[in-house]
T-cell receptor, first 113, second 118 residues
């Protein structure tokens, strides 16, 4: 059982480049979340989804886009990378009830230079 | 709006000491859920415990215990007889049911970095 899988694990981008961070889960979870983790700042919610076709902004959505066409996948798109987007990105999923714990992927470490 | 505060940025203790990590939350809802997660130096995030707003019973699991006090909006985490393996960043999180303006999102505090010195 793979759980939540994030790819790539590491990436270096130049300013202005675009990329997509991939996230897939095999637990049939409806709810999926993207967080970024900056040193000493905890986890900030970027976007989340409560099912295929339904997404909503979190605390820090600017500079990112998401889509959810299937239950399994929840990609995060960076259109014009900026140094401020250097961070560790975590994808998580949960069964859908507010008392369900989050299952996290192992993270993607992104550096924008 | 939801908010989670963990005032202790970093804590260092000597092995076998007890340590308490503080968590204070803000919410307008009467129904909500609180969580603690652990992030060891390897980087993964591990779920430790959840508590719903209607259950103020304290919980003990081995060397870990949690004290939930609705009156002070706090959900504190105590490690008894700390060990080097407890060294990690610990996050407190708040989850609310969906509302008219949002679905049920999960908001994290800034985390407390715990170092247990042998």
């Amino acid at each position: 059982n793979a759980g939540v899988t994030q790819t790539p694990k590491f990436r270096i981008l130049k300013i202005g480049q675009s990329m997509t961070l991939q996230c897939a889960q095999d637990m049939n979870h409806n709810y999926m979340y993207w967080y970024r983790q900056d040193p000493g700042m905890g986890l900030k919610l970027i976007y989340y989804s409560v099912g295929a076709g339904i997404t909503d902004k979190g605390e820090v959505p600017n500079g990112y886009n998401v889509s959810r066409s299937t239950t399994e996948d929840f990609p995060l798109r960076l259109e014009l990378a900026a140094p401020s987007q250097t961070s560790v990105y975590f994808c998580a999923s949960r069964a859908g009830r507010e008392n369900s714990p989050l299952h996290f992927g192992n993270g993607t470490r992104l550096t924008v230079t | 709006a939801q908010k989670v505060t963990q005032a202790q940025t970093e804590i260092s203790v000597v092995e076998k000491e007890d340590v308490t990590l503080d968590c204070v939350y803000e919410t307008r809802d009467t129904t909500y859920y609180l969580f603690w997660y652990k992030q060891p130096p390897s980087g993964e995030l591990v779920f430790l415990i959840r508590r719903n707003s209607f259950d103020e019973q304290n919980e003990i699991s081995g060397r870990y215990s949690w004290n939930f006090q609705k009156s002070t909006s706090s959900f504190n985490f105590t490690i008894t007889a700390s060990q080097v393996v407890d060294s990690a960043v610990y996050f407190c999180a708040l989850s609310e049911p969906p509302s008219k303006t949002s679905y049920d999102k999960v908001i994290f505090g800034p985390g407390t970095s715990l170092s247990v010195i042998p």
